[in-house]
């Protein structure tokens, strides 16, 4: 009889325990999850795919166009009767467009959206580049592939939707392998010049160059706007409808709960990138942007200079011939015209392809030593690679120079433009990007009168200059503040 008041209390003690009696608090907080929580949920999976095959197809097109220049420079220099300094202008003026799109695009891609901007700048660089191809004059030629530059620069955009729909994991080692576009790229637009220019002309080779961008427009309905920027724009709607496609096509399932994500007022603006959080950031990358663009230029257009005016152990070829200006018979500036041969194309092919031959060893060092030291580890093998194309050597040994130097400034870009897409935040991500492009374009203006103006008068002291470039470059890499490895994309500073 004792016992039997104790029960009550027993009983009332479990209630309070029991599951059933915490519901109402915790149905006062909702589950919620991010952007960033769904993206790594989801995992990878089909539209990661198509993802990488669309958007890494936007390194084809670009690397035609970058490419083409080198490929018809000994083609325009003959028809137009050019001297060193006008064909290098070609390029650099590539460049300056280039250099002054590439910041607006960043602004109008972190305000309006990537997917707009990737747009636009492939329509316009797909209708100036076929304009080009009816160039009545050199100067028309010089504006018109100026107007490409413009377009181009904007095809950025589509490796930062890669970024921002990728999981973390995935980020070192499919960003790297976008690196095999560019690599098709360029192959094919040598390959085309190799049988399209001994027979119809450069001019037919620009129209066809063209082609690849148009079919890529018609592909880019099927990549959604990033859901990164959607939410920080306010439209959550957007990115969710997004998200749950993304999930369909995978075959996986977003986390539970209301996505929330704050929407920011204060996006793609100029200062946030000198905030004093990110100044030494962005001013080491702009000077590791600037010096990998020179080099890397510098490489393609001295490999095909060095054939051109078959400048082996310094010394030009005989066969080499002149051709004197027709506005000026008493002119004592020749000007040469040596069409590529062949050869010449097949050692192109040759040395581009050494652009993915450390992709795998890249691949590695990204993930395992992390982004700043891999990218001073290239950068410094770069520059001693530079110093020793100077070494008097056969045709074998030229190619085999001009094949590792290519695989490590492609290197040294996969590098860089991985960290630069991982470091900034939302709000600022393709402005960093842009502005980078924009400054290391004045690394690859300046590389023509280098490979193509005093490399004519200096072998060595061109070397020592690509090569003393990369060495700061190097340094820059090295202590750059902040390692990205493993690091999720940050959405606000």
């Known amino acids: 009889m004792a016992s039997k008041p104790t029960e009550p209390v027993t009983v009332l003690s479990l209630r309070r325990l029991s599951p059933a009696g915490l519901e109402p608090q915790q149905q006062k907080e909702p589950k919620t999850f991010t952007v960033e929580d769904a993206v790594e949920t989801i995992g990878f999976g089909r539209f990661h795919i198509a993802l990488f095959l669309i958007m890494g197809s936007t390194g084809v097109v670009e690397a035609m166009e970058i490419m083409l220049i080198a490929v018809v420079s000994p083609a325009i220099r003959c028809e137009w009767h050019l001297e060193n300094w006008q064909v290098a202008l070609v390029t650099t003026m590539v460049f300056f467009g280039y250099m002054v799109s590439s910041v607006l695009f960043g602004l109008l891609a972190d ?276 110093l020793l194309l100077n070494i008097c050597t056969s045709s074998a040994g030229l190619i085999g120079f001009l094949f590792t130097l290519r695989a490590l400034v492609a290197a040294n870009f996969n590098t860089i433009y991985i960290y630069t897409a991982e470091v900034y935040p939302t709000t600022m991500r393709a402005l960093g990007m842009g502005t980078s492009g924009s400054l290391c374009r004045i690394g690859a203006m300046v590389a023509p009168f280098i490979s193509q103006v005093l490399m004519s008068a200096s072998i060595l002291g061109a070397l020592c200059l690509f090569s003393s470039v990369c060495v700061v470059g190097a340094i820059s890499a090295f202590t750059l503040p902040i390692e990205t490895k493993g690091r999720a994309l940050q959405q606000i500073k």
């Open 111 to 386: 305000r309006y959206g990537r997917w707009k901007i990737l747009l636009l700048s492939f329509l316009w660089g797909a209708y100036f580049s076929l304009l080009t191809s009816f160039s009545p004059t050199y100067i028309w030629f010089v504006f018109l592939r100026t107007m490409v530059g413009c377009g181009v620069s904007g095809h950025a955009q589509g490796l930062i939707i890669k970024t921002e729909f990728l999981p973390t994991k995935y980020r070192g080692y499919m960003l790297p392998l976008s690196q095999v576009f560019w690599l098709s790229g360029s192959l094919l637009i040598i390959g085309l010049a190799s049988v399209v220019i001994p027979t119809i002309g450069w001019r037919w080779l620009i129209r066809i160059a063209s082609i690849p961008g148009i079919v890529l427009i018609l592909a880019f309905k099927f990549i959604p706007e990033s859901a990164r920027f959607n939410v920080s724009t306010g439209n959550t709607q957007a990115a969710l409808t997004t998200l749950q496609h993304i999930a369909k096509m995978n075959r996986s399932a977003l986390p539970e709960g209301q996505l929330v994500e704050p929407m920011l007022e204060k996006r793609g603006r100029f200062a946030d990138l000198l905030d004093a959080k990110y100044l030494r950031t962005t001013l080491q990358i702009w000077v590791i942007w600037l010096g990998i663009s020179f080099a890397y230029y510098g490489v393609i257009l001295a490999s095909a200079e060095l054939l051109e005016r078959d400048l082996v152990c310094g010394a030009k070829s005989e066969s080499q011939a002149a051709v004197p200006s027709e506005d000026s018979e008493g002119s004592q500036s020749p000007c040469y015209c040596h069409l590529f041969a062949p050869s010449d194309y097949r050692t192109m092919i040759i040395s581009t392809i050494g652009e993915i031959a450390l992709n795998p060893l890249n691949i590695l060092g990204i993930n395992f030593l992390g982004r700043r030291l891999s990218l001073s580890v290239t950068m410094g093998c770069t520059a001693l690679f530079f």
